[in-house]
């Protein structure tokens, strides 16, 4: 296998075959040959969103599936895990030079008692990319957390990350927070991570849930244009 790997040549790949031996790399955790697959891609005039969601997202969608079905364990996906931010490092630059005018603000982080944060810090990107400034809380936020950023950032949109079924519910308990103290209107909730689904968003009283990165970045322009609206009419 060793001999088989190191007969590889990325750069002699073609671009089908490349994005193939990515997530094969990803789910070896192979972060050095991620980098330099990621490299080649992008010297190949490849976009950077294409390279992360063709190559990498992919990659960890199929290392996922072997997570679920007990074939992977923490250790091995840890080192996808690792392999896969080397890449989105590279991208991340590329993603955010856009030079757009800053649109709004986004709060956002994973909630208490779960530490995923790929899909999130990826939402954070492409929402930076997209000309939002974003306050990126990390993971294992309590809704203490939360309150203290909003209160310091002020932002427009309040974003909440979960990808367990056993942490998702926490959304509700931070969304109910916000009621209590009377701002909940204050904000827009926006909710994402794999486990979640539109209905579970109305039924916790979020504003949005977001099934994707890039769906997160249109839901947010939305919001922000109907704000903008709202606004210039003086309502
Ligand atoms: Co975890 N894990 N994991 N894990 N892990 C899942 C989530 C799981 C589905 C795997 C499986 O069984 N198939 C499963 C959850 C099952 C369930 O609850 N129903 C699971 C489990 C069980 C666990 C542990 C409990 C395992 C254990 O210890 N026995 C443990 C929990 C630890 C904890 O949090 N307390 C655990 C640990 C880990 C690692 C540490 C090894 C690692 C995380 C590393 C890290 O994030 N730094 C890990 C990983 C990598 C995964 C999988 C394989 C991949 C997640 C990921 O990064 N996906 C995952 C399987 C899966 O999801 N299919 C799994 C790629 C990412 C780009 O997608 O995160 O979905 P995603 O984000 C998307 C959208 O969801 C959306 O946009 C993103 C980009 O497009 N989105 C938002 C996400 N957040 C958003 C917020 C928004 C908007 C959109 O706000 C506005």
């Not at 810090?121 to 809704?143: D, H, K, T, Y």
């Not at 939360?146 to 969304?175: C, N, Q, R």
């Not at 009377?182 to 039924?203: C, H, K, Q, S």
Request: with cysteine.
């Amino acid at each position: 296998m060793a001999d088989e790997l190191d007969d590889i040549v990325l750069s002699e790949l073609d671009d089908d075959e490349l994005t193939l031996q990515m997530h094969d790399d990803l789910y070896d955790g192979l972060k050095e040959e991620i980098v330099e697959a990621v490299n080649i891609l992008l010297e190949r005039k490849w976009q950077p969103y294409d390279v992360l969601t063709k190559a990498l997202v992919e990659g960890m969608r199929i290392v996922g599936i072997d997570f679920r079905d007990g074939i992977l364990f923490v250790p091995e996906v840890l080192l996808a895990a690792n392999a896969m931010k080397a890449g989105m490092a590279i991208l991340k630059p590329l993603l955010i030079e856009s030079g757009a005018p800053r649109v709004g603000t986004m709060v956002i982080g994973t909630v208490k008692g779960d530490i995923h944060d790929i899909g999130k810090n990826l939402v954070s990107m492409m929402m930076e990319g997209a000309g939002f400034e974003v306050i990126n809380l990390g993971i294992n936020n309590s809704v203490e957390n939360y309150l203290e950023a909003i209160a310091t950032e002020k932002p427009d949109i309040l974003g909440m990350s979960a990808l367990l079924t056993t942490t998702m519910p926490y959304m509700k308990v931070v969304i109910d927070a916000l009621k209590a103290k009377g701002i909940r209107d204050d904000y827009i909730v926006m909710v994402g991570g794999a486990p979640l689904n539109e209905e579970f968003a109305r039924a916790i009283g979020a504003d949005a849930y977001c099934r994707d990165a890039a769906v997160a970045v249109e839901t947010a322009t939305e919001f922000m244009n109907r704000k903008h609206n709202l606004l210039a009419a003086g309502g």
